[in-house]
């Protein structure tokens, strides 16, 4: 059973940065694919940015060039680097992993952009 635990979450302004951390309690390199979804209210959760087996992250178009997701071997996290946040961003973000052939999610964490 692989536990994924975010934090980081909160309340920021247009344009400010925040920064998402995942735990995992597995080695993230075991995972076939590792990142972050997110889901706004009254739409469907949606891939935000994840590693594939292939090792080259992924991201959906709306965030390129403004999150960064990243991985820590040492401590077993993802990280995702949200810089000149929109209100559209606004959503509960959750962690993902795929580990022999079951997903795997967090709990989620809340941003909001707002001013």
């Known amino acids: 059973q692989v536990q994924l635990v975010e934090s980081g979450g909160g309340l920021v302004q247009p344009g400010g940065s925040l920064r998402l951390s995942c735990a995992a309690s597995e080695s993230i390199f075991r995972f076939y694919v590792v990142g972050w979804y997110r889901q706004a209210p009254g739409k469907q959760r949606e891939l935000v940015a994840a590693f594939t087996s292939g090792g080259t992250p992924t991201y959906v178009d709306s965030v390129q060039g403004r999150f960064t997701v990243s991985r820590d071997n040492a401590d077993n996290t993802v990280n995702l680097q949200m810089n000149s946040l929109r209100s559209e961003d606004t959503a509960v973000y959750y962690c993902?992993?795929?580990?022999?052939?079951?997903?795997?999610w967090g709990q989620g964490t809340q941003v909001t952009v707002s001013s």
């Open positions: 993902h992993a795929n580990f022999k052939a079951r997903d795997y």
